[in-house]
């Protein structure tokens, strides 16, 4: 098992930037699939952005040019740098890790392990 704890959220103006980290710790040995994913109020939980195993990363549509998905060279570590922040951007972020060999890595379903949150609240 793998434990992530993120953090950085904040409150920012629109058009700021934050960056969010996700700290990994546990059986860290593995090569996981990590991804983010936001929750807004009354939404349902979505993909923000993913790294695969082998370092391929994907982003929703609604992000692309705006947010960066990267970690660190021993992958316990995960970052989102967030620019150009919109206030639809507004939610709880969450970062989240897959067994390696998964097929769905970023889909919500397809995570395994997931951390309790960061609060991003945008104001317009």
């Known amino acids: 098992q793998v434990q992530l704890v993120e953090s950085g959220g904040g409150s920012v103006q629109a058009g700021g930037s934050l960056t969010l980290s996700c700290t990994l710790s546990?059986?860290?040995?593995?090569?996981?699939?990590l991804g983010w994913f936001r929750q807004g109020s009354g939404k349902d939980r979505e993909g923000v952005a993913s790294?695969?195993?082998?370092?391929?990363?994907t982003y929703a549509d609604s992000v692309k040019g705006r947010f960066t998905i990267s970690a660190d060279n021993t992958r316990t570590t995960l970052y989102l740098q967030m620019n150009s922040l919109k206030a639809e951007d507004t939610g709880r972020y969450h970062c989240?890790?897959?067994?390696?060999?998964?097929?769905?890595?970023?889909?919500?379903?397809?995570?395994?392990?997931w951390g309790k949150g960061t609060l991003v609240t945008v104001s317009s």
């Open positions: 790294i695969d195993t082998d370092g391929t990363t």
């Open positions: 989240a890790a897959a067994d390696p060999g998964t097929r769905y890595c970023g889909q919500p379903y397809g995570m395994d392990y």
């Open positions: 546990g059986n860290i040995a593995r090569r996981y699939c």
